[in-house]
């Protein structure tokens, strides 16, 4: 028998849902910001209908949605990599938005290594980091990415380092929260100082010469190895320089909800909008939200994105950012993470978005 929140559970499914489901990566996102500013509440509750976390469920196939966007009646923001993984694998997933902001993604040594460039890593050991027990290893396609770029940019390729697998039998939802409170992030401080966790011990104890990392993630190994950049992605002018699984990131939604209730699933991407507009307008409140979303202490959520990452939430299907998602789904594609390549006229769907933006233009009609 199929278990309370089991994806297997018929009042769990489209018609006229009681509960939709959602889920964030630790990445600054406008979804992030409604559920915490209580924007995405206010727009469901005029239906009776309860926004849950996928936190808030014990059952674990109800948490793996955060990689393979299984539950129904569900959205998600963050990462690219899982959606893509899953869509290329026949999952019924939507693309209905993406949202940008230019995160440190650096190439990380030790102070004292006497490497000071990417140039001087040719021939040395960087982090290969693999997590066998995971289906979607968006990590290692990360750290795929990112050290491709930062050779990339001084003519080399990784034939020109000895790439070294670091690998760990921990899967990503062994470092979930334990916390089932309703509007929970999966994701919380202690996964986040965890993950890189092999990585970082390999660095220190001179296994690996170098390592890649972003984000959060970046500010919390700088902080406690002492690790020191001698590149970083982020700096680079040219879009397609600084594609990885957290650029663009994407909003997604089960593809059976967004059939049988475009309207609602168009209200629901209107409360993000909302949420990105209040914070672009209110730095202080918006960056304490990133910082809980991110699991990093609030002084540090300048050091691991933009200083103006709280105007930088904003949802779009702009081409130059579809273009961008291209890029990484053929790195994805190359590396062998996608089951087949992906029909992006398909995926992506313009529709939500119009539809949220008509709905603000009437509201701001009305209030004028």
């Not at 986040?192 to 970046?218: P, T, W």
């Not at 397609?240 to 990131?249: E, K």
């Not at 202080?284 to 933009?306: H, Y």
Request: aromatic share 6%; net charge negative.
């Amino acid at each position: 028998m199929a278990s309370e929140h089991s994806p297997l559970n018929d009042e769990s499914r489209v018609m006229n849902p009681s509960t939709l489901w959602y889920t964030r990566c630790p990445v600054p996102t406008a979804f992030g910001v409604a559920v915490e500013r209580g924007f995405l509440d206010a727009e469901l509750a005029r239906d009776g209908i309860v926004a849950r976390s996928l936190a808030s469920s014990t059952d674990n196939q109800v948490r793996q949605s955060h990689f393979h966007h299984s539950q129904p009646n569900s959205f998600r923001h963050g990462g690219n990599g899982p959606p893509l993984v899953t869509r290329s694998r026949g999952g019924r997933v939507k693309l209905i938005g993406l949202s940008w902001n230019d995160s440190i993604k650096p190439m990380l040594v030790m102070p004292d290594s006497g490497i000071a460039s990417v140039r001087e890593l040719a021939g040395r050991k960087v982090s290969l980091p693999i997590r066998a027990g995971d289906s979607i290893d968006f990590w290692k396609a990360s750290s795929l990415r990112g050290t491709e770029l930062a050779l990339a940019r001084e003519g080399m390729t990784m034939d020109d380092v000895a790439m070294t697998p670091v690998s760990t039998n921990r899967t990503f939802m062994d470092g979930a929260t334990a916390s089932t409170a309703r509007t929970a992030t999966l994701w919380g401080a202690q996964c986040m100082l965890g993950h890189q966790r092999e990585e970082a011990f390999a660095l220190v104890r001179g296994e690996v010469d170098a390592l890649y990392s972003q984000g959060a993630i970046a500010a919390v190994v700088m902080g406690f190895t002492g690790a020191v950049a001698i590149a970083d992605a982020a700096s680079s002018p040219d879009l397609a320089g600084r594609v990885n699984n957290d650029a663009p990131l994407a909003l997604t939604v089960s593809e059976d909800l967004l059939a049988e209730q475009p309207e609602l699933v168009a209200r629901c991407l209107a409360a993000v909008l909302r949420a990105a507009a209040w914070a672009a307008a209110n730095e202080r409140e918006a960056k304490r939200v990133i910082a809980a979303d991110t699991g990093l202490p609030e002084e540090l959520v300048d050091a691991a994105f933009p200083q103006e990452v709280h105007r930088q939430l904003e949802v779009d299907l702009r081409p130059e950012w579809v273009e961008a998602l291209r890029v990484q789904h053929d790195h994805l594609l190359r590396h062998g993470f996608l089951a087949a390549p992906i029909d992006f006229d398909r995926f992506v769907d313009h529709g939500p978005l119009r539809r949220a933006r008509e709905i603000l233009a009437g509201e701001a009609a009305v209030s004028q």
